[in-house]
C-alpha cells in the first residue's frame, strides 16, 4: 500500500565516504525496504502550497538529504530507512491525507519518522496520524510565530475533531510576530508559549519542555537567517545553528517522540547550501538523540529519589522524582479530590524543585494543575 503514496528518492552515493550515514541507510529504489527492521523512516513531503509565499520549500527533502547521507555515521546500529517522497496531491488536502495514511500506516509498526517538508501547513496531516495511535497528544513547536485567528495548520490542529490534543508547547515565539488574541487563546487553554530570549538563557532548560512530547514539529524560520538563510522571509533573531541542533537532540532523546518534521526550507533562498546542511546536522542529532534514549520515566523503573515540598498555605504539596539514572526531574501534579488519589507526572527542572523547596508555586506546576482540573 505504501508504493502508492510514494517516489523514491535516488541517492548520490558518489559523494559519499565510506563512513557515511548512507551506506547504513536502507532506501526505497523498487521495493519497500523490511519495515521489522526499521527503527526512523525518513519521508520526504515536496509541497510548498500555502506557505505564504515560500513555495519553493517543496524542493527542500531531496536537498537535505544530499547533505545528510555524507555526514558520517557515529554508531553502527543504525536501523534507517528513507522512504522517498510522498506523491504531490492534485490539491492541497491530497497531500495531507496522504501524509496522513502513509504516516499512520508506520507509526502502527511502531517506527519514528523524521518527516522533510514542504510547507509547514503539513503539520496538519503529520497530526492526523495520531487519531488512532494517541489518546492525549502533546505537540512541541518549535516556531518565531503561531496563528490561532486564521485558518492555519495550528487552528485546524486545535480545532479538530476528534480531539486527542491535550497539550501544546510553543518553543521560540517572538513576541514582535504574534498577535495578542492568537496568544490570549495559548493561554485561556492552558497551553504553553515560551519566548525565544528566555529559552536562550539556558537551553537546558528546554528538555523538560520537550521530554514528554509525542509530535515535535520545527520550522526554519525559528533559526536566525544568518545561520539558515534559505527561507524568503527569514528572520534576524531565531535560535543558532548549534541551538537548533541542541533541540533536535532533546526531540531525539525524548522516549515518547513518534514523529518529528523539519519544514519550510527554500533551497531558492539558501546560499552555499547553508541551511540544507544545517537541517541534515539537525537530522543527524536528532538520530543520534533516538540512540541514546533512557527509557528514563518513575513509570518505568524505581531508581528515583523522592522529595516532597510544602507549598502556601490551601495548596497541594509538590512532590518530585529525581532519577537515579540521568540526574533529570520529573513532578508529581494532583487530580481533583472526586478523581481519588490520582495524580500525573510532568518533566521538570531542578530550578523548579529549587523553587517549590522555597515554599513557592513552579510555573509549570502551576499550568499543569490549571490544565488537569479544568
Same mark, same amino acid.
Given at each position: 500500500?505504501?508504493?502508492?503514496?510514494?517516489?523514491?528518492?535516488? %541517492?548520490?552515493?558518489?559523494?559519499? #565516504?565510506? !563512513?557515511?550515514?548512507?551506506?547504513?541507510?536502507?532506501?526505497?529504489?523498487?521495493?519497500?525496504?523490511?519495515?521489522?527492521? !526499521?527503527?526512523?523512516?525518513?519521508?520526504?513531503?515536496?509541497?510548498?502550497?500555502?506557505?505564504?509565499?515560500?513555495?519553493?520549500?517543496?524542493?527542500?527533502?531531496?536537498?537535505?538529504?544530499?547533505?545528510?547521507?555524507?555526514?558520517?555515521?557515529?554508531?553502527?546500529?543504525?536501523?534507517?530507512?528513507?522512504?522517498?517522497?510522498? #506523491?504531490?496531491?492534485?490539491?492541497?488536502?491530497?497531500?495531507?491525507?496522504?501524509?496522513?495514511?502513509?504516516?499512520?500506516?508506520?507509526?502502527?509498526?511502531?517506527?519514528?519518522?523524521?518527516?522533510?517538508?514542504?510547507?509547514?501547513?503539513?503539520?496538519?496531516?503529520?497530526?492526523?496520524?495520531?487519531?488512532?495511535?494517541? #489518546?492525549?497528544?502533546?505537540? @512541541?513547536?518549535?516556531?518565531?510565530?503561531?496563528?490561532?485567528? /486564521?485558518?492555519?495548520?495550528?487552528?485546524?490542529?486545535?480545532?479538530?475533531?476528534?480531539?486527542?490534543?491535550?497539550?501544546?508547547?510553543?518553543?521560540?515565539?517572538?513576541?514582535?510576530?504574534?498577535?495578542?488574541?492568537?496568544?490570549?487563546?495559548?493561554?485561556?487553554?492552558?497551553?504553553?508559549?515560551?519566548?525565544?530570549?528566555?529559552?536562550?538563557?539556558?537551553?537546558?532548560?528546554?528538555?523538560?519542555?520537550?521530554?514528554?512530547?509525542?509530535?515535535?514539529?520545527? /520550522?526554519?524560520?525559528?533559526?536566525?537567517?544568518?545561520?539558515?538563510?534559505?527561507?524568503?522571509?527569514?528572520?534576524?533573531?531565531?535560535?543558532?545553528?548549534?541551538?537548533?541542533?541542541?533541540?533536535?537532540?532533546?526531540?531525539?532523546?525524548?522516549?515518547? @517522540?513518534?514523529?518529528?518534521?523539519?519544514?519550510?526550507?527554500?533551497?531558492?533562498?539558501?546560499?552555499?547550501?547553508?541551511?540544507?546542511?544545517?537541517?541534515?546536522?539537525?537530522?543527524?542529532?536528532?538520530?543520534?538523540?533516538?540512540?541514546?534514549?533512557?527509557?528514563?520515566?518513575? /513509570?518505568?523503573?524505581?531508581? +528515583?529519589?523522592?522529595?516532597?515540598?510544602?507549598?502556601?498555605?490551601?495548596? %497541594?504539596?509538590?512532590?518530585?522524582?529525581?532519577?537515579?539514572?540521568?540526574?533529570?526531574?520529573?513532578?508529581?501534579?494532583?487530580?481533583?479530590?472526586?478523581?481519588?488519589?490520582?495524580? @500525573?507526572? @510532568? %518533566?521538570?527542572?531542578?530550578?523548579?524543585?529549587?523553587?517549590?523547596?522555597?515554599?513557592?508555586?513552579?510555573?509549570? +506546576?502551576?499550568?499543569?494543575?490549571?490544565?488537569?482540573?479544568?
Amino acid at each position: 500500500m505504501l508504493k502508492e503514496f510514494l517516489s523514491p528518492y535516488i %541517492p548520490k552515493t558518489s559523494t559519499w #565516504k565510506e !563512513t557515511s550515514i548512507g551506506h547504513l541507510t536502507c532506501f526505497y529504489l523498487d521495493e519497500i525496504p523490511d519495515l521489522a527492521e !526499521t527503527d526512523i523512516a525518513i519521508i520526504g513531503v515536496n509541497d510548498g502550497r500555502n506557505s505564504g509565499g515560500n513555495d519553493s520549500c517543496k524542493l527542500a527533502p531531496d536537498n537535505i538529504r544530499d547533505e545528510f547521507y555524507k555526514l558520517i555515521r557515529q554508531n553502527t546500529r543504525l536501523r534507517i530507512s528513507d522512504l522517498g517522497n510522498i #506523491k504531490t496531491g492534485d490539491t492541497f488536502d491530497d497531500s495531507i491525507a496522504a501524509l496522513k495514511i502513509v504516516s499512520e500506516i508506520l507509526l502502527k509498526e511502531n517506527i519514528v519518522l523524521l518527516i522533510l517538508g514542504g510547507t509547514i501547513e503539513l503539520a496538519y496531516g503529520q497530526y492526523l496520524a495520531y487519531e488512532k495511535v494517541c #489518546k492525549n497528544l502533546e505537540y @512541541v513547536c518549535i516556531s518565531p510565530d503561531f496563528d490561532l485567528k /486564521n485558518e492555519t495548520y495550528l487552528r485546524k490542529i486545535c480545532t479538530n475533531q476528534p480531539n486527542y490534543l491535550f497539550n501544546i508547547n510553543v518553543l521560540g515565539y517572538q513576541t514582535y510576530l504574534v498577535e495578542d488574541d492568537s496568544l490570549s487563546v495559548i493561554h485561556k487553554l492552558f497551553f504553553e508559549a515560551n519566548r525565544l530570549g528566555p529559552l536562550k538563557k539556558d537551553m537546558t532548560d528546554t528538555e523538560p519542555m520537550i521530554r514528554n512530547a509525542d509530535m515535535i514539529t520545527l /520550522n526554519m524560520s525559528a533559526i536566525k537567517q544568518a545561520d539558515a538563510p534559505g527561507h524568503f522571509n527569514g528572520n534576524p533573531n531565531g535560535f543558532s545553528g548549534e541551538e537548533a541542533c541542541q533541540l533536535s537532540w532533546y526531540s531525539g532523546l525524548a522516549d515518547k @517522540v513518534k514523529t518529528f518534521g523539519i519544514y519550510e526550507l527554500n533551497p531558492d533562498y539558501d546560499e552555499y547550501h547553508q541551511s540544507s546542511k544545517l537541517a541534515s546536522q539537525m537530522a543527524w542529532y536528532f538520530i543520534d538523540g533516538y540512540y541514546n534514549r533512557k527509557n528514563d520515566n518513575p /513509570n518505568m523503573h524505581q531508581e +528515583f529519589l523522592k522529595y516532597r515540598c510544602t507549598l502556601g498555605e490551601g495548596q %497541594p504539596d509538590a512532590v518530585f522524582f529525581k532519577s537515579k539514572l540521568s540526574d533529570r526531574w520529573w513532578m508529581e501534579i494532583p487530580y481533583p479530590d472526586n478523581y481519588g488519589d490520582h495524580s @500525573v507526572l @510532568v %518533566p521538570c527542572s531542578y530550578n523548579d524543585y529549587i523553587i517549590a523547596s522555597k515554599g513557592e508555586m513552579p510555573d509549570r +506546576f502551576w499550568r499543569g494543575f490549571q490544565k488537569i482540573n479544568m
